[in-house]
């Protein structure tokens, strides 16, 4: 048996050695060279005995040099330090820089094998969630990565598929690309990074969006509009649904899985189409017969696909929202996406007060007003801010209906 070897046997029998070499390889490892000491203040008296006679005295602390230099006053002079830690731990001794700098190393080359094979992953590579997953689980990266491959290899898909039945194809698995999922996340992150336009994946809808760009739908019968008196044609000619609706002054909740099939949509009387956030004041002024769509409180996917259908045949489009900073954010989004085919309808400081603000704002409520920039609600935003309280489309029911008589 070597000199080393034997001396690694030898403290390893030694029980009272345990705790001080576990001390001594943590502080190579920290400074990356023998050198420090290990204060022996919190070890018991048997440990400290064992360590008082390898050194022919009582000692407080141990300095590394000086362990070093007293194993050359022994049978096995000869032996470094950290010769003889790697024996009796039986691993290479690393110093923590040295660590890091290795797993920065391999992380790199993971990452560039991956991002060779796979070309967009270099652009979703840097993302939290991916640095994350890698710490947790490379193996399932690296299989998440290549079902998120092979799926895209599919797209875009020449009609619309749900995501459920899309995921069952590729992945044998209808969950397997839920936007909960590793795998979910990464074809967002890859198409968000591949897909002409801008999208922006904190966005329900806007996810939406960029999924039906490549032919999928994650949900096409909960995800609906409501419109009443809008007439719609498909490749056949008029929709009947439509037709019969307008006919009779009934609401429509028309699923995205119909909308998707129009080519076009105008107003049945008029020009004009009212756009309003509520459901109880889209009830109200449907008593008008005038053209009408509710977003309920949130611009989801079926109502902005028809919207665009009306917007394209020449109608104007007229939307009244709450005074609220989530209105005033939908009011803002219709006019990015629509631009002068939309106009504002009763968001003056006059409907503000006529509208009876007394609502008050929470401070992470108000602080959503900073996002909203569009020149015309700068007023009405400024007002909300100072007053700090909320008012509702409700109270305007009058001034709403008579514009529409009007």
Same mark, same amino acid.
């Given at each position: 048996?070597?000199?080393?070897?034997?001396?690694?046997?030898?403290?390893?029998?030694?029980?009272?050695?345990?705790?001080?070499?576990?001390?001594?390889?943590?502080?190579?490892?920290?400074?990356?060279? =023998?050198?420090?000491? =290990?204060?022996?203040?919190?070890?018991?008296?048997?440990?400290?005995?064992?360590?008082?006679?390898?050194?022919?005295?009582?000692?407080?602390?141990?300095?590394?040099?000086?362990?070093?230099?007293?194993?050359?006053?022994?049978?096995?002079?000869?032996?470094?330090?950290?010769?003889?830690?790697?024996?009796?731990?039986? =691993?290479?001794?690393? +110093?923590?820089?040295?660590?890091?700098?290795?797993?920065?190393?391999?992380?790199?080359?993971?990452?560039?094998?991956?991002?060779?094979?796979?070309?967009?992953?270099?652009?979703?590579?840097?993302?939290?969630?991916?640095?994350?997953?890698?710490?947790?689980?490379?193996?399932?990266? !690296?299989?998440?990565?290549?079902?998120?491959?092979?799926?895209?290899?599919?797209?875009?898909?020449?009609?619309?598929?749900?995501?459920?039945?899309? $995921?069952?194809?590729?992945?044998?698995?209808?969950?397997?690309?839920?936007?909960?999922?590793?795998?979910?996340?990464?074809?967002?992150?890859?198409?968000?990074?591949?897909?002409?336009?801008?999208?922006?994946?904190?966005?329900?809808? +806007?996810?939406?969006?960029?999924?039906?760009?490549?032919?999928?739908?994650?949900?096409?019968?909960?995800?609906?509009?409501?419109?009443?008196?809008?007439?719609?044609?498909?490749?056949?000619?008029?929709?009947?649904?439509?037709?019969?609706?307008? !006919?009779?002054?009934?609401?429509?909740?028309?699923?995205?899985?119909?909308?998707?099939?129009?080519?076009?949509?105008?107003? $049945?009387?008029?020009?004009?189409?009212?756009?309003?956030?509520?459901?109880?004041?889209?009830?109200?002024?449907?008593?008008?017969?005038?053209?009408?769509?509710?977003?309920?409180?949130?611009?989801?996917?079926?109502?902005?696909?028809?919207?665009?259908?009306?917007?394209?045949?020449?109608?104007?489009?007229?939307?009244?929202?709450?005074?609220?900073?989530?209105?005033?954010?939908?009011?803002?989004?219709?006019?990015?996406?629509?631009?002068?085919?939309?106009?504002?309808?009763?968001?003056?400081?006059?409907?503000?007060?006529?509208?009876?603000?007394?609502?008050?704002?929470?401070? !992470?409520?108000?602080?959503?007003?900073?996002? =909203?920039?569009?020149?015309?609600?700068?007023?009405?935003?400024?007002?909300?801010?100072?007053?700090?309280?909320?008012?509702?489309?409700?109270?305007?029911?009058?001034?709403?209906?008579?514009?529409?008589?009007?």
């Amino acid at each position: 048996m070597s000199t080393v070897k034997e001396a690694a046997a030898f403290f390893r029998s030694e029980q009272g050695f345990k705790r001080l070499f576990v001390e001594m390889k943590r502080k190579y490892e920290s400074l990356g060279r =023998v050198g420090g000491a =290990v204060s022996l203040q919190s070890f018991s008296k048997e440990e400290r005995e064992s360590i008082a006679a390898f050194f022919g005295k009582d000692v407080s602390r141990v300095f590394l040099s000086d362990f070093e230099k007293q194993l050359g006053q022994t049978r096995f002079a000869g032996v470094g330090l950290v010769e003889l830690l790697e024996h009796y731990f039986g =691993v290479p001794l690393m +110093s923590n820089k040295e660590r890091r700098q290795a797993e920065a190393e391999e992380r790199e080359r993971f990452f560039a094998r991956l991002a060779e094979e796979h070309h967009w992953f270099a652009a979703v590579r840097g993302q939290r969630f991916v640095q994350t997953a890698y710490e947790a689980d490379r193996g399932g990266l !690296e299989a998440a990565v290549r079902l998120v491959g092979a799926a895209l290899c599919r797209l875009p898909l020449s009609s619309y598929m749900r995501l459920p039945l899309f $995921a069952q194809q590729v992945a044998s698995d209808p969950h397997a690309f839920d936007l909960s999922t590793l795998p979910g996340r990464l074809l967002l992150s890859a198409l968000q990074a591949t897909t002409p336009g801008q999208w922006d994946v904190a966005s329900v809808e +806007s996810v939406n969006e960029l999924l039906q760009s490549v032919g999928l739908l994650r949900e096409d019968i909960l995800n609906f509009v409501t419109c009443a008196n809008i007439l719609a044609e498909t490749e056949g000619g008029p929709h009947p649904v439509f037709s019969a609706a307008s !006919e009779t002054n009934t609401a429509l909740n028309m699923p995205l899985r119909d909308v998707l099939s129009l080519v076009g949509a105008h107003p $049945a009387r008029g020009k004009t189409v009212y756009i309003v956030e509520n459901a109880g004041v889209f009830s109200t002024l449907l008593d008008t017969r005038a053209p009408l769509v509710s977003t309920n409180g949130q611009m989801n996917l079926a109502t902005m696909k028809l919207l665009d259908l009306l917007a394209a045949s020449g109608a104007k489009l007229y939307y009244s929202g709450d005074f609220d900073p989530e209105g005033l954010a939908m009011a803002e989004r219709l006019l990015e996406r629509y631009g002068q085919a939309v106009t504002l309808w009763r968001f003056s400081l006059d409907d503000y007060a006529a509208a009876n603000p007394v609502v008050e704002l929470t401070p !992470e409520r108000l602080a959503k007003l900073a996002s =909203v920039t569009s020149e015309p609600l700068r007023p009405v935003k400024e007002a909300i801010g100072r007053k700090k309280k909320a008012g509702y489309q409700e109270a305007i029911i009058g001034r709403l209906t008579g514009d529409i008589n009007g």
